[in-house]
């Protein structure tokens, strides 16, 4: 099995230790990966989208013309390049009119997009294409006495019409629960577990409600499961998470601290990954947890 991997700007850039777990745990469980050499930007939300409809699509297009030039889907572990790239191919693929103004775009470059490649979310093709049994065969570390607080994403899970990788019911996510569990981990429901991280177009803009959302988030965690580690789906999450609770701590708005990594990171971490490699970068404290799991 091969596909296309999709890093992302806020994977590559902030964050390189989960693109070195993705580096590991795929290949780990047979899936190669393809580099697709000259991938952009998704483009994200708050900047092509809300000036440059067909320039945004075309963007994205760029990307999939990659991929499907090599006939190979695209997986990301970025919430926000999975919702945008989903969208914008639907947009392609249920408007003739913009695919035409698109693709006179890319023929300036000698490209086309077609609409044959997928986007995938990593998560939900772990889920769909491995299988969480064969996940918790192929691991060498249990998470078993660790509770997990779970983070979808909102990009995971909304607008599900236009994605190829969707839950059953967006509103009682269960993809990244059963692939906790598939560690050994318990992830238990926690009431706030839909909200949004305030991460994106709200940290850039307003700070103070972004880093609201995330202590009314981080207390309803603390309250109710009171989890050993956050394991979120997205990099956008991962980095608001794991950066938000220092400011909220300076700030007297909690007296606590939960680790926080994305699920290829602690997957890679089970299958033997070194943790110096693959979780390494993040501002929260992980060493009890990674001995937890280096003992399990």
Known sequence: MRVGFFVGCNTAFNRPDLEKAVRYAFPALGVALDDLEGQSCCPTWGTMPSIDLAG????????????????????TVCGSCYGSLAESRHKLLSDPELKARVNAMLKSIGREFKGTSRIRHAICFLYKEIGPEKIG??????LDGITIAVQPGCHALWPSEVYEDKEEDTFHPKVLIELCEALGAKAPYYSRLLDCCGMGGMRSTDMEKSFKLVEKKLNSMKEEINPDLIVTACSS?????????????????IKYEIPVLHYMQLL?????????????????????????????
């Open 237 to 253: 999450c991962l980095i608001q998470l794991d950066t938000a609770q220092g400011f909220l701590q300076k700030d007297r708005k």
């Open 56 to 75: 945004w699509c075309a963007v994205g297009a760029r990307n999939y013309a990659l991929a499907e030039e090599k006939n190979l889907d695209m997986i």
């Open 137 to 142: 065969e192929a691991v060498r570390h249990k």
């Open 268 to 296: 890679a971490l089970c299958l033997g990954a070194e943790p110096g490699q693959v979780a390494s970068l993040g501002k929260t404290n992980m060493q009890s947890v990674v001995n937890k799991i280096l003992e399990g």
